[in-house]
């Protein structure tokens, strides 16, 4: 179980009032969820004080901390809407509540959509610290999946793996993203997890024995280069990136380098060269695996030197090297930069952008499956906010910036094929029918939304389904001009009435 104390002391320097705050949070939660239990039979309250747990490990301060521990207090404990705002505030409200929408969209099951439904996830959830519940949220649940009923594990395991995992990493959470995929692999794909796990077992067993010679006559090299605040890891390739590596390979394990790397860790961007210079004096690098993603750090920011060696005994390693600043990024990637406590900072233009790189289709090109519908070109909403981006020098914080820039703007709603249509806030069902097609909107006599029928002027809101339903001879009528928000929508209707007057 864990307990307020591990909770506070994963948090850096919290003030009196964030540790009240949290007791304070740590103690609602125990009540309102009082004599429920998980399905494992544990006490349901421990599965909320696990999920702030790991809000914590990943950074979060205080506040996202303790809508974390209150994340199901009214869901699916005795909590009311009115409790946790007297108690605890508005902010806080906002992301509890933010959590149980996120949680009310569904995977559908089917791969078209994956890409439309990743979309709607990132715009539901209209800040990041309610992803980021809802990804620790998950994390827990996918820890404690064994529990769950057969029939829902692969549902949930799936919807990990298709939407989650790959919001994470685009994120550039790749610490969660690779936890999440390698929880969900087995259940998913229960023949190929085997068969990947006793490959990689075998493969690093001899490799791993390689390395250790490897890294102790690195480090002699190093120290004689004068190197000596230097820190190394292994880095095990997570099973379910091997397994999509080893699809795109042949299934051939022998032309995969980096199922285990290492990782040297030095003070400075400087050190990071020197220790490439150190390495490629002394062992034979593989042609064409040099890379410097620092200089050019990937499109989602990925930065770190790689190159791979040939280290004898035909051993061959792949070597990332960073500094400590580098690494976190690139485990914690957005996770990263959300700091309540700092005021303004270098970090924050990067962050934003890079999350909107993370929001391009196929930005990376690797590890992504490319399905037809996220290529081509970039969605109009992402432009707009670049180009807000570019022009504005506000000094609100990170956090706000996304908030009312983007997410309060723009709605996400389904067409009954699944297809992501994004309109501005307030569109109505003539917007929406003008986005799929002129004639949709032209020919356009009613509108359902979510299955009932609803009038023109209506108000979509996101994750509605729209259906228009059109008659061949329907016109569109001048009302429609007060009822479109989009000007592609009145473009369209005031020529259509412009050619029945010239045409009287
Ligand atoms: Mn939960």
Same mark, same amino acid.
């Given at each position: ?290 890379? #410097?993603? !620092?200089?050019? &750090? *990937? ?14 005994? @035909? =051993? ?102 699944? #297809?992501? !249509?994004?309109? &501005? *806030? ?14 949709? @909107? =032209? ?62």
């Amino acid at each position: 179980m864990v307990e307020l104390k591990d909770i506070k002391g994963l948090i850096t320097s919290p003030t009196a009032a964030d540790n009240e705050l949290l007791e304070s949070a740590y103690n609602f939660a125990e009540m309102a969820h009082g004599g429920q239990k998980r399905l494992s039979g544990e006490n349901y309250f421990s599965h909320a004080a696990e999920t702030a747990k790991i809000l914590a490990e990943y950074g979060m301060g205080a506040t996202t901390v303790t809508a974390g521990i209150l994340h199901d207090t009214i869901e699916d404990g005795r909590a009311t809407v009115e409790e946790i705002k007297e108690k605890f505030g508005e902010e806080i409200l906002f992301l509890v509540e933010g959590v149980t929408k996120l949680g009310k969209i569904k995977y559908h099951g089917a791969d078209r959509y994956n890409e439309s439904l990743r979309k709607l996830f990132v715009a539901v959830s209209q800040d990041i610290r309610v992803l980021m519940i809802k990804f620790a949220d998950r994390l827990h649940n996918m820890r404690t999946l064994e529990h769950v009923p057969e029939e829902k594990r692969e549902r949930i395991a799936r919807e990990t793996l298709e939407i989650y995992a790959p919001v994470a990493y685009r994120l550039g959470i790749r610490k969660l993203s690779r936890e999440l995929e390698d929880l969900a692999f087995p259940y998913v794909y229960p023949k190929e997890y085997g068969e990947v796990l006793s490959l990689a077992k075998h493969k690093q067993k001899i490799l791993r024995e390689g390395l250790e010679k490897f890294l102790k006559s690195l480090k002699k090299e190093l120290g004689k280069a004068g190197i000596t605040k230097v820190r190394s890891e292994y880095r095990v390739k997570g099973l379910y990136s091997l397994y999509k590596k080893l699809l795109a390979r042949d299934k051939n394990i022998e032309k995969i380098y980096d199922t285990l790397a290492v990782r040297i860790i030095v003070p400075t961007i400087p050190d990071c060269y020197r220790v490439l210079g150190v390495i490629h004096g002394t062992w034979r690098p593989l042609p064409r695996r040099i890379k #410097d993603y !620092i200089a050019f &750090p *990937k499109p989602n920011g990925y930065q770190s030197l790689h190159t791979t060696v040939f280290v004898g005994d @035909g =051993n061959i390693v792949e070597v990332q090297i960073r500094t400590e600043e580098i690494h976190r990024n690139s485990e914690y990637g957005i996770a990263s930069h959300i700091s309540y406590k700092e005021t303004g900072g270098k970090n924050r233009a990067t962050a934003v952008f890079n999350w909107i790189w993370s929001l391009l289709p196929n930005r990376e090109g690797e590890n992504e499956g490319v399905s037809p519908s996220s290529s081509g070109d970039v969605p109009q909403w992402i432009k707009e906010l670049v180009e807000h981006h570019e022009t504005s020098n506000s000094k609100s914080s990170l956090n706000e910036d996304l908030r009312s820039d983007f997410f309060h703007n723009r709605i996400f709603v389904f067409t009954p094929n699944g #297809d992501v !249509i994004d309109l &501005p *806030k307030d569109s109505s069902p003539v917007d929406f029918a003008y986005s799929i097609h002129s004639e949709v @909107g =032209n020919k356009m006599v009613g509108a359902k939304v979510n299955g009932k029928l609803v009038s023109l002027n209506s108000k979509l809101q996101n994750g509605d389904i729209v259906e228009i339903s059109t008659k061949k001879n329907a016109k569109p009528s001048t009302k429609w001009l007060d009822y479109a928000k989009t000007t592609i929508a009145k473009k369209h209707i005031r020529s259509v009435i412009q050619r029945q007057k010239d045409s009287v």
